[in-house]
């Protein structure tokens, strides 16, 4: 079956512009995560969702960074008034549930704060 | 403190040969979840294998093993006859808490590279 998609998956920015960016993710997974990495670095856990809520949102870097999933299923993450430290692989996973199960990992979008 | 620790940045290991690459966490929580994720050139995230706090036995899938060693908060991760579509980055993740806790702490990798 289909894995987790995500679009765009390159986009470049100028610095002070809103950016929205989408996760599909497998279908019938409960919960849907967001994270930001860095070159080099591990994924850093940004926010999840069980459905349509948003359980945890402790690794947004500031209010300039949100995320909805209003139906349970697609996710977007906006930054809005976008600057250079932005600039990262956004990655979405989805699991079939909380707990222990497995996160599979979208191909990520590269954004670019330019 | 780092929660997450890989401590080897870069390893060689020969084709066919088996390699350990290291992790070590830390949690005050009893009740956790270990991860290990393979990322190649091409940037996707593979899930590999997991293993739980109250698991018994290690955790093993095909020719990757888990070495959990509780009392030293060490979960390696085993890769037996190694091939050269092993090369790649590897991360260690741990999930604390039962329930609903979901989110994953990634350490900062090890880069493995086989050769011929």
């Known amino acids: 079956g289909a894995g987790v998609s995500q679009s765009p998956r390159y986009k470049v920015t100028k610095r002070g512009q809103d950016v929205a960016l989408r996760c599909d993710p497998i279908?019938?997974?409960?919960?849907l995560y967001w994270y930001r990495q860095a070159l080099g670095q591990g994924p850093e856990f940004l926010t999840y969702?069980?459905?349509?809520?948003?359980?945890?949102k402790s690794g947004l870097p500031n209010d300039r960074f949100s995320a909805e999933r209003p139906e349970g299923s697609i996710s977007t993450l906006t930054i809005q008034r976008t600057e250079q430290r932005d600039s990262a692989m956004y990655r979405c996973?989805?699991?079939?549930?909380?707990?222990?199960?497995?996160?599979?990992f979208g191909p990520g979008t590269r954004l670019t704060v330019t | 403190a780092q929660k997450i620790t890989q401590t080897q940045p870069g390893m060689f290991v020969q084709e066919k040969e088996a390699v350990t690459l290291d992790c070590t966490y830390d949690t005050s929580d009893p009740s956790y979840g270990l991860f290990w994720y393979k990322q190649p050139s091409s940037g996707e995230m593979i899930f590999l294998i997991y293993?739980?706090?109250?698991?018994?036995q290690n955790a093993t899938e095909g020719r990757y093993s888990l070495n959990f060693q509780k009392a030293r908060k060490s979960a390696n991760l085993v890769i037996s006859a190694s091939q050269l579509g092993d090369s790649a980055m590897y991360f260690c993740?741990?999930?604390?808490?039962?329930?609903?806790?979901?989110?994953?702490?990634f350490g900062t990798g090890t880069r493995l590279q086989v050769t011929l």
């Open positions: 969702f069980n459905y349509e809520a948003q359980q945890d």
């Open positions: 279908s019938g997974h409960v919960s």
């Open positions: 293993q739980g706090s109250y698991d018994q």
């Open positions: 996973a989805s699991s079939l549930g909380p707990g222990g199960y497995e996160q599979y």
């Open positions: 993740a741990m999930r604390e808490g039962a329930g609903t806790a979901s989110k994953l702490t």
